[in-house]
């Protein structure tokens, strides 16, 4: 119980004498005046203890050790001032009036560190980007992560990818026996390898068939923790609620445990890619298309891509099929978010997977989630969209603090998906700009969001007339923009065709306002462009764990 008290004793923190307390949960020190009365008490969750040492020692941000008899120094989760999500490195040092004291005080400290810290690794596999972002993923590692790790007895095996897709490759082939969880130090991309090569090992192990949407995968036995170091970090935003290396290492320490939902994406009966954070269509393709172009202006790219997509004020002809998910469960407008200890993500816990507080059981409960995601009716909407977008988070991040869908839950085994049909410029930007407020951007006549287990999206299809009607659309602004009629020549009509091939886009531009039909759009798969227009969309739920517990509540009062 609580009130049990493990051990205590008086000790001294800068000349001044203090009452420690170590009960069965928490640790506890309050500051005594000079009558033996309580002054100010200091209280921490023992799971929150990083680490303990004799002597005085410091680690951050240069590491110093001064051996003395009567000292010890603890380390613990400092939650930052401000309220918000932003943890820092505590440390306070302690004398105690014998050397026999201050051992008994290290050992019964470690002792509670191992009794409440079940989930805490022990050993694992970091794989660090160096190419990421501004290029400091080793330095953001070892001045920052390392020290950590060491101070709390983590052993580490550490691999610099030195190309794309070498942590998928390593993880899908080479022996992990041993490893408690695999860390990635870069952005969304390098989560998503360790995402592809977890999942795609574990099904390989199971004996499983990723190519069928049906099969139900199994959850990946191995956390995943994110050291922010890229571009885009939005994973580690929405799954934390802070870009910050240090408050991510703190939460793997720690052993912090956030499953998460991830959405499988089929093309032609064959899995194409996995997804977490966004799958979106139109704007959210073509803008990435266009960031490829300029990636060397680094994250700017993002904004300038944005602007020129948005001026091109495209839309597309689509038809799109959705499962819907059960409404008296959550509905992705009924204003709660998802935040550390979610009622709803754990209500779907409890009845997803009955016999989960049985890690026994846990794979075969798992299992069991068959054909309750298959039942129901599809819907089916057809018509011109600026952009289709599924996602299964919120996707915050610093510049949309509440995100793409701001209800939308980690670990409920649903996705929502987002239409917004083709309108006027200028409701559209509106929509946009609603992203970066706390405005509703789904109150909008044009914008629909529904909570779903599955989808589909197909283009069209195109009757020969139409075709044909296009065909002269374009080949009449071609001859109007070229300035004469044709001759009828061969040479001319190759250097039409030639045209038509190289420069739609150009008019489409400079067309502005006033053009917004393009055949096809590609699609954004968490920042990689997939080729494939049309695709079969499966939710799985909580298929992997991140070393994370959501973001908590102070973070989400401080946003609003």
Same mark, same amino acid.
């Given at each position: 119980?609580?009130?049990?008290?493990?051990?205590?004793?008086?000790?001294?923190?800068?000349?001044?004498?203090?009452?420690?307390?170590?009960?069965?949960?928490?640790?506890?020190?309050?500051?005594?005046?000079?009558?033996?009365?309580?002054?100010?008490?200091?209280?921490?969750?023992?799971?929150?203890?990083?680490?303990?040492?004799?002597?005085?020692?410091?680690?951050?941000?240069?590491?110093?050790?001064?051996?003395?008899?009567?000292?010890?120094?603890?380390?613990?989760?400092?939650?930052?001032?401000?309220?918000?999500?932003?943890?820092?490195?505590?440390?306070?040092?302690?004398?105690?009036?014998?050397?026999?004291?201050?051992?008994?005080?290290?050992?019964?400290?470690?002792?509670?560190?191992?009794?409440?810290?079940?989930?805490?690794?022990?050993?694992?596999?970091?794989?660090?980007?160096?190419?990421?972002?501004?290029?400091?993923?080793?330095?953001?590692?070892?001045?920052?992560?390392?020290?950590?790790?060491?101070?709390?007895?983590?052993?580490?095996?550490?691999?610099?990818?030195?190309?794309?897709?070498?942590?998928?490759?390593?993880?899908?082939?080479?022996?992990? =026996?041993?490893?408690?969880?695999?860390?990635? @130090? +870069?952005?969304?991309?390098?989560?998503?390898?360790? /995402? !592809?090569?977890? &999942? %795609?090992?574990?099904?390989?192990?199971?004996?499983?068939?990723?190519?069928?949407?049906?099969?139900?995968?199994?959850?990946?036995?191995?956390?995943?923790?994110?050291?922010?170091?890229?571009? =885009?970090?939005?994973?580690?935003?929405?799954? @934390? +609620?802070?870009?910050?290396?240090?408050?991510?290492? /703190? !939460?793997?320490? &720690? %052993?912090?445990?956030?499953?998460?939902?991830?959405?499988?994406?089929?093309?032609?009966?064959?899995?194409?890619?996995?997804?977490?954070?966004?799958?979106?269509?139109?704007?959210?393709?073509?803008?990435?298309?266009?960031?490829?172009?300029?990636?060397?202006?680094?994250?700017?790219?993002?904004?300038?891509?944005?602007?020129?997509?948005?001026?091109?004020?495209?839309?597309?002809?689509?038809?799109?099929?959705?499962?819907?998910?059960?409404?008296?469960?959550?509905?992705?407008?009924?204003?709660?978010?998802?935040?550390?200890?979610?009622?709803?993500?754990?209500?779907?816990?409890?009845?997803?997977?009955?016999?989960?507080?049985?890690?026994?059981?846990?794979?075969?409960?798992?299992?069991?989630?068959?054909?309750?995601?298959?039942?129901?009716?599809?819907?089916?909407?057809?018509?011109?969209?600026?952009?289709?977008?599924?996602?299964?988070?919120?996707?915050?991040?610093?510049?949309?603090?509440?995100?793409?869908?701001?209800?939308?839950?980690?670990?409920?085994?649903?996705?929502?998906?987002?239409?917004?049909?083709?309108?006027?410029?200028?409701?559209?930007?509106?929509?946009?700009?609603?992203?970066?407020?706390?405005?509703?951007?789904?109150?909008?006549?044009?914008?629909?969001?529904?909570?779903?287990?599955?989808?589909?999206?197909?283009?069209?299809?195109?009757?020969?007339?139409?075709?044909?009607?296009?065909?002269?659309?374009?080949?009449?602004?071609?001859?109007?923009?070229?300035?004469?009629?044709?001759?009828?020549?061969?040479?001319?009509?190759?250097?039409?065709?030639?045209?038509?091939?190289?420069?739609?886009?150009?008019?489409?531009?400079?067309?502005?306002?006033?053009?917004?039909?393009?055949?096809?759009?590609?699609?954004?798969?968490?920042?990689?462009?997939?080729?494939?227009?049309?695709?079969?969309?499966?939710?799985?739920?909580?298929?992997?764990?991140?070393?994370?517990?959501?973001?908590?509540?102070?973070?989400?009062?401080?946003?609003?």
């Amino acid at each position: 119980m609580e009130s049990d008290v493990g051990f205590e004793s008086s000790v001294w923190v800068c000349r001044k004498r203090y009452r420690a307390v170590l009960t069965g949960w928490h640790f506890k020190w309050t500051e005594l005046d000079k009558n033996n009365r309580d002054k100010k008490t200091v209280l921490v969750p023992v799971s929150e203890v990083i680490g303990v040492e004799q002597g005085r020692l410091q680690i951050l941000p240069r590491k110093s050790v001064e051996d003395t008899e009567k000292d010890f120094t603890v380390f613990y989760v400092n939650r930052s001032t401000s309220g918000g999500s932003l943890w820092q490195l505590g440390r306070i040092q302690f004398t105690c009036l014998s050397r026999t004291l201050r051992d008994q005080w290290t050992e019964h400290l470690r002792t509670a560190l191992k009794t409440h810290g079940p989930l805490r690794p022990h050993k694992l596999l970091v794989f660090i980007n160096p190419f990421g972002g501004k290029k400091k993923g080793r330095q953001i590692y070892h001045s920052v992560v390392a020290p950590v790790f060491e101070l709390a007895g983590i052993s580490s095996h550490v691999i610099v990818t030195e190309r794309a897709h070498q942590a998928r490759d390593y993880l899908l082939k080479k022996n992990l =026996t041993g490893f408690d969880g695999v860390v990635c @130090v +870069g952005g969304d991309g390098m989560f998503s390898e360790l /995402l !592809h090569g977890l &999942i %795609g090992r574990t099904q390989q192990e199971a004996g499983l068939c990723e190519n069928d949407p049906a099969v139900t995968l199994q959850p990946c036995p191995l956390h995943i923790g994110i050291i922010p170091a890229g571009s =885009t970090d939005c994973v580690c935003y929405a799954t @934390v +609620g802070v870009i910050d290396p240090l408050t991510s290492a /703190l !939460h793997i320490v &720690i %052993g912090d445990s956030q499953p998460l939902d991830v959405c499988s994406v089929h093309h032609a009966s064959a899995i194409v890619r996995y997804s977490v954070s966004l799958l979106g269509y139109g704007f959210y393709g073509d803008v990435l298309a266009e960031s490829e172009k300029h990636r060397w202006m680094g994250p700017l790219r993002y904004d300038i891509s944005g602007s020129l997509v948005y001026l091109r004020n495209r839309s597309y002809a689509a038809k799109v099929e959705y499962l819907p998910a059960d409404p008296l469960l959550s509905s992705p407008r009924d204003k709660t978010r998802c935040l550390s200890g979610c009622r709803v993500c754990s209500r779907s816990t409890e009845r997803l997977f009955p016999n989960h507080s049985d890690s026994s059981s846990l794979s075969s409960s798992r299992f069991s989630q068959t054909s309750t995601d298959s039942e129901g009716e599809w819907v089916t909407v057809e018509g011109r969209f600026r952009c289709v977008a599924l996602t299964c988070m919120s996707s915050s991040c610093a510049r949309s603090p509440l995100g793409l869908s701001p209800s939308a839950h980690l670990a409920d085994g649903t996705g929502d998906l987002i239409l917004v049909w083709d309108t006027h410029p200028l409701g559209f930007l509106k929509f946009l700009y609603r992203h970066t407020s706390t405005e509703d951007q789904f109150d909008l006549p044009f914008v629909e969001v529904h909570r779903v287990k599955a989808v589909r999206f197909s283009l069209p299809k195109v009757s020969e007339e139409q075709k044909q009607e296009e065909f002269s659309e374009l080949r009449g602004a071609d001859e109007v923009e070229s300035g004469y009629l044709d001759n009828g020549s061969q040479q001319s009509l190759l250097q039409r065709d030639t045209r038509h091939q190289e420069t739609d886009e150009q008019k489409t531009f400079l067309c502005g306002l006033c053009c917004n039909k393009t055949a096809a759009s590609v699609w954004n798969c968490d920042g990689e462009i997939l080729s494939f227009k049309e695709i079969l969309c499966k939710v799985h739920a909580q298929l992997v764990c991140l070393y994370a517990r959501g973001i908590e509540e102070a973070a989400i009062r401080n946003c609003i």
